[in-house]
Every structure is written in structure tokens, then in C-alpha cells.
């Protein structure tokens, strides 16, 4: 899968399109929780999508369910 084919299942999933690269970082996240792409194609995913400036959002600690210490 390509960044065109993401782009394409996002506007099935969510009936319009979008260029928001962090918004299709966080589809391609979805889809790999749901075994709906393998790991080999999250990861090429989102190593193209890093390239084009998606970043991950910073996880918010104070109501995170995992104690950091």
C-alpha cells in the first residue's frame, strides 16, 4: 500500500478526502491495530508519511493509563 491507496480507503472510511498528513498517520495507525495492514506496510507508511512532515502527537502523561517514571 501507497500513500495514494491510504488516501483512497481513508475517503471510503470517512466519505471526504484529505492531504493532512498527520490525519492519514493516524489512519494508518488505526488500520494496523485492526490487522487491516501488516507491519511491513505501517512501517513504509509511515516512514513516507514522516518524510512528508507528519509527526506523532505527544502523548498526554497526565491521564495516561501507563505510570512514567
Known sequence: MDINQLKSKFNQSRDY????INALMDFAK???IQNEIGIKEYRQL????????????ETDNKNSLIKHS
Open 17 to 20: 478526502n484529505t492531504d493532512d
Open 30 to 32: 488505526k488500520a494496523y
Open 46 to 57: 509511515v516512514r513516507e508519511l514522516e518524510n512528508q512532515g507528519a509527526v506523532i502527537p
